[in-house]
């Protein structure tokens, strides 16, 4: 689908809507963390990500839903992932809303991660689907 705009300049614009949308499945484990794996949907400039995170908890496992998403930074040559998990994990905060950027070479898909607390990490590509032994079902199926 192609759509035409003419800015005040008289210039011609085209957006390209549906043409370049595509989706996949990724999965990291950040370090001293969780593993997170996004159903990842591309909308041209934009991706939106939606997903699951799996830790291994004292309690038992815990699986809690996220929701962002993703650009790539051109002036640093990174994919930028920032998300939101709805609930506080225990080794972060408790039952909080938490938000944690991402950001990976786009040749390997591994990075660093980093909170809104300060809290920072380094964060491994695993694979487009998530470990055999997570448990969570959600967004991202196996």
Known sequence: MKTVFRNTLGVVII?????NAWSLTKCWQMAGAE?????ITNHGF????????WAMTPQGDMCVPLDG??????L???DRLEFT???GLPIATHNQVHH????????????????????VGGVT???NSKSPNNPCIGPVQP
């Open 100 to 119: 944690t950027i991402f950001e990976l070479d786009p040749a390997t898909f591994n990075g660093t991660w980093a909170d809104q607390h300060g809290v």
């Open 35 to 39: 593993e997170v794996c996004f159903d």
């Open 85 to 87: 998990r709805m609930i």
């Open 15 to 19: 957006a390209l809507c549906a043409s």
């Open 76 to 78: 640093h040559n990174v």
């Open 69 to 74: 998403a993703s650009l790539f930074d051109p």
């Open 125 to 127: 590509f695993i694979g």
């Open 46 to 53: 934009v991706r939106e990500l939606t997903g699951v995170a």
